[in-house]
């Protein structure tokens, strides 16, 4: 890329689990993968408003770091840059793992934050988009299993949950985009889980459901 300085490590600090692949695919650059956990909105041109956490993880993909030793010391440096700029970051060893969970949680509050024009809180609050939020995240750990990915040893209902406390007045990007006639990244999200599960003899109904209706929006948005 002739914006890069020779030597210079990128992170993808994208939602989604395939990033770091498409971006060696589209421009040969073995980018570094980051999980950011941050709510923040564009309120007006050039104002952002901060509504909850702000920290990342970032990592590897082992094969990689066998491949090149230096590529251990570059995500230490990367997140040692971050921590010095206030920015908690801390780096895991299983970064497909987080990214996954990241996104099992994305596609549970996501589309139907979009969907009920509701913030995270209330959509917990709800016992029936509580227990649809739920069965997302069901049908994703069964994609995940499937797929041969290592989720972090951690209670993720419990986790999914407790979001809405630490982003309790957020409302996800997915209905940021809605509300601006913008394309959504639900392709990546919620679809990707129908797309993964579909390939791997999983099903995955309601990720389906929430997908369609989003996709629904966004062409009546655009139109």
Same mark, same amino acid.
């Given at each position: 890329?002739?914006? *890069?300085?020779?030597?210079?490590? *990128?992170?993808?600090?994208?939602?989604?689990?395939?990033?770091?692949?498409?971006?060696?695919?589209?421009?040969?650059?073995?980018?570094?993968?980051?999980?950011?956990?941050?709510?923040?909105?564009?309120?007006?041109?050039?104002?952002?408003?901060?509504?909850?956490?702000?920290?990342?993880?970032?990592?590897?993909?082992?094969?990689?770091?066998?491949?090149?030793?230096?590529?251990?010391?570059?995500?230490?440096?990367?997140?040692? *840059?971050?921590?010095?700029?206030?920015?908690?970051?801390?780096?895991?060893?299983?970064?497909?793992?987080?990214?996954?969970?990241?996104?099992?949680?994305?596609?549970?509050?996501?589309?139907?934050?979009?969907?009920?024009?509701?913030?995270?809180? +209330?959509?917990?609050?709800?016992?029936?988009? +509580?227990?649809?939020?739920?069965?997302?995240?069901?049908?994703?750990?069964?994609?995940?299993?499937?797929?041969?990915?290592?989720?972090?040893?951690?209670?993720?209902?419990?986790?999914?949950?407790?979001?809405?406390?630490?982003?309790?007045?957020?409302?996800?990007?997915?209905?940021?985009?809605?509300?601006?006639?913008?394309?959504?990244?639900?392709?990546?999200?919620?679809?990707?889980?129908?797309?993964?599960?579909?390939? *791997?003899?999983?099903?995955?109904?309601?990720?389906?459901?929430?997908?369609?209706?989003?996709?629904?929006?966004?062409?009546?948005?655009?139109?």
């Amino acid at each position: 890329m002739p914006h *890069l300085a020779p030597g210079a490590a *990128l992170v993808s600090l994208q939602n989604g689990v395939d990033n770091v692949e498409r971006i060696r695919s589209a421009a040969k650059i073995d980018a570094f993968a980051a999980v950011v956990y941050v709510a923040a909105a564009m309120t007006a041109p050039g104002r952002v408003k901060h509504s909850g956490r702000g920290d990342l993880i970032v990592g590897d993909l082992p094969r990689r770091i066998q491949e090149d030793g230096r590529r251990q010391e570059q995500i230490e440096r990367i997140a040692s *840059l971050f921590e010095r700029a206030a920015v908690p970051c801390r780096v895991s060893d299983n970064v497909e793992g987080e990214l996954w969970l990241k996104m099992l949680i994305n596609c549970a509050y996501n589309a139907i934050s979009a969907l009920g024009h509701a913030p995270y809180q +209330r959509a917990v609050g709800n016992r029936w988009t +509580r227990e649809i939020m739920v069965k997302v995240v069901e049908e994703g750990r069964s994609v995940a299993g499937a797929a041969g990915v290592r989720l972090p040893d951690i209670d993720i209902v419990k986790t999914l949950l407790e979001i809405s406390a630490s982003m309790a007045n957020a409302t996800s990007s997915t209905a940021q985009d809605l509300a601006r006639g913008k394309r959504t990244e639900i392709d990546s999200l919620n679809g990707y889980l129908v797309r993964r599960g579909a390939e *791997l003899g999983v099903a995955t109904p309601v990720n389906q459901t929430l997908h369609a209706l989003v996709k629904l929006l966004e062409e009546s948005s655009q139109s």
